[in-house]
């Protein structure tokens, strides 16, 4: 019914930028919250930042002053936007979206910080 499509992953130096989107499209009502998760191989997924529909954020520690979640309600597109990146970033990154009763879950797009 909903479908979330990431975008915008790929190999960038440390201290690059990236911008993730993803979108959400489908039978849409209203998209209510939305956020990222990152998972790094063998460690468990982490949420990274979410985003209300009204526009209040939060961010999970590692990528507080680095990374900034937006959103355009008109679009149902979720952006992350990823600054001074490390290493450590390296992970698959999903988007999540509410709609309705359910939180539907993306594909992934991977990011790989290495020099």
């Known amino acids: 019914q909903v479908h979330v499509v990431e975008s915008g992953g790929d190999l960038v130096q440390p201290g690059g930028s990236l911008r993730l989107s993803c979108a959400a499209s489908g039978h849409i009502f209203n998209i209510g919250n939305m956020g990222w998760y990152r998972q790094a191989p063998g460690k468990q997924r982490e949420l990274v930042a979410t985003i209300t529909r009204g526009g209040t954020t939060a961010y999970a520690v590692p990528v507080k002053g680095r990374f900034t979640i937006s959103r355009d309600n008109a679009k149902n597109t979720v952006y992350l936007q990823m600054n001074s990146l490390k290493p450590e970033d390296t992970a698959v990154y999903f988007c999540?979206?509410?709609?309705?009763?359910?939180?539907?879950w993306g594909q992934g797009t991977r990011v790989t910080v290495s020099s």
């Open positions: 999540t979206a509410k709609h309705m009763l359910q939180d539907y």
